[in-house]
């Protein structure tokens, strides 16, 4: 970029913001310090981009993010005048290129770029279910090495176990093996031969494997990382033809934006998981209907997020007389659901309730969805002024936590010990808070 000529992508995309160079400097620190990199730019540095003067390569992706939020549209780098970032371009070299070049990377965190692993982009790109459906590219196919049907139930039972450790134990531990996994045994199947029916099983299987990966990056809080892995998942289930897991991925891109407080493109993306199920069963049906309504009532639309609310309770009703469980969504998860959109509407009371029946509903063993919703229920119940009954039940959050290791709930026990700061003379936080300490000392200090 020549300095004399300026930046004109940059120029004409901050003129479409309308903001004040004072602004997009405050803006570009405000994620910074959601990415967890504090700045302090003012208007002076602004300026010198403009002119022509490229911002720092750890900096890029944020000013990128920050217009992109802004316009409410994806911007790509080449556009705001940037080069493309290593990784970028190196997972848009092709599905099976990409993944490689992705789990490298999260296996090797000195590679992991900072906002690659943690700031949700709404600039990401989606890829919708006619842009990949059966497309694969051929790189290495016909070669020597084959795979058959018991290479595919392979690494289904290896995504079942992750799963497994996953669910009980939180995906610290359990997200580098799924990386090396995908790396060293998933990809060198996605270029080798294969009939065509096992071909396609392959690739359902990576793409559950992806899904599961970028749902334990989630847990940790690298949503970037996180996001890059959901888009190989669907690319995966495209190529598959898998309309399940490609629904469900995006139905999980979904619960992490709302989680993240991006309603807009939550629904969206909501919208598109059931938009690419058209025949969908009464519990998958209420499966993606209990997100929509999660996601619309996030968006401020009460009337509408009702009415999905009401529509995933019919289809869950349905289901219940009819076959098992849809992976683990089943009526706790719909009573989790009915909780969020209560609250999103202001119905504090409301919202416990329905988490409290969630717990009392809520099957099998999974330690880190209990630490988690228990603490949710905990803030709320002392958000209604119930103190001691909130620490009752974040006491019971506390007994699975040790055996927790997740970012997330990690996060949540972080929060506990903030809330209980001003009570602090009464007993019973005192004695929470005593116990957070022992069992966690380096969230909670001294």
Not at 151 to 174: Q, Y
């Amino acid at each position: 970029m020549s300095e004399a000529q300026g930046n004109t992508g940059l120029t004409k995309l901050y003129r479409e913001t309308g903001w004040t160079l004072r602004r997009f400097a405050q803006e570009v620190n405000r994620l910074g310090t959601e990415r967890g990199t504090p700045l302090k730019y003012r208007e002076p540095s602004v300026h010198q981009w403009l002119a022509g003067h490229l911002p720092k390569e750890s900096v890029r992706p944020l000013v990128v993010e920050t217009l992109a939020r802004r316009l409410g549209r994806p911007v790509a780098y080449a556009e705001a005048g940037f080069p493309t970032p290593r990784e970028e371009a190196e997972e848009a070299a092709g599905t099976t290129e990409g993944l490689l070049a992705l789990g490298r990377q999260d296996m090797d965190p000195s590679r992991r770029g900072v906002l690659g692993a943690g700031l949700f982009s709404v600039a990401l790109t989606v890829p919708h279910w006619q842009d990949v459906v059966g497309r694969m590219e051929a790189v290495g196919r016909g070669g020597r090495q084959r795979f058959g049907e018991s290479d595919v139930a392979m690494v289904t039972a290896m995504t079942e176990r992750i799963s497994e450790l996953d669910d009980r134990f939180g995906g610290r531990h359990a997200r580098p093996m799924a990386a090396a996994f995908l790396v060293n045994t998933v990809a060198p199947y996605l270029r080798a031969d294969a009939p065509e029916p096992v071909r396609q099983a392959m690739l359902s299987a990576a793409a559950d494997l992806c899904y599961l990966t970028g749902y334990m990056a989630v847990d940790e809080g690298l949503h970037g990382l996180a996001q890059r892995y959901y888009v190989k998942a669907l690319e995966l289930a495209g190529a598959a033809g898998d309309h399940l897991t490609y629904c469900t991925t995006l139905r999980g891109m979904s619960v992490q934006a709302v989680d993240l407080g991006h309603g807009s493109e939550a629904l969206r993306l909501a919208d598109a998981a059931a938009a690419a199920s058209p025949r969908a069963g009464p519990r998958m049906r209420a499966f993606l209907a209990g997100q929509q309504a999660h996601a619309t009532a996030r968006t401020g639309d009460r009337a509408g997020a009702l009415a999905y609310l009401r529509e995933a309770e019919v289809a869950m009703e349905k289901a219940e007389s009819r076959a098992r469980a849809f992976g683990s969504y089943d009526p706790s998860s719909l009573l989790y659901h009915v909780s969020q959109v209560r609250y999103e509407l202001r119905d504090v009371t409301g919202s416990v309730t329905a988490l409290k029946e969630s717990d009392r509903a809520r099957q099998g063993v999974f330690r880190r969805a209990r630490v988690r919703h228990r603490c949710t229920l905990a803030e709320r119940q002392l958000q209604l002024g119930h103190l001691e009954e909130a620490c009752r039940t974040w006491h019971l959050a506390l007994d699975d936590y040790p055996d927790v290791h997740s970012g997330r709930a990690d996060d949540r026990v972080r929060a506990m010990t903030s809330r209980l700061r001003p009570y602090l003379r009464n007993r019973a936080a005192r004695e929470l808070h005593e116990r957070a300490r022992r069992l966690a000392p380096a969230l909670v200090g001294t």
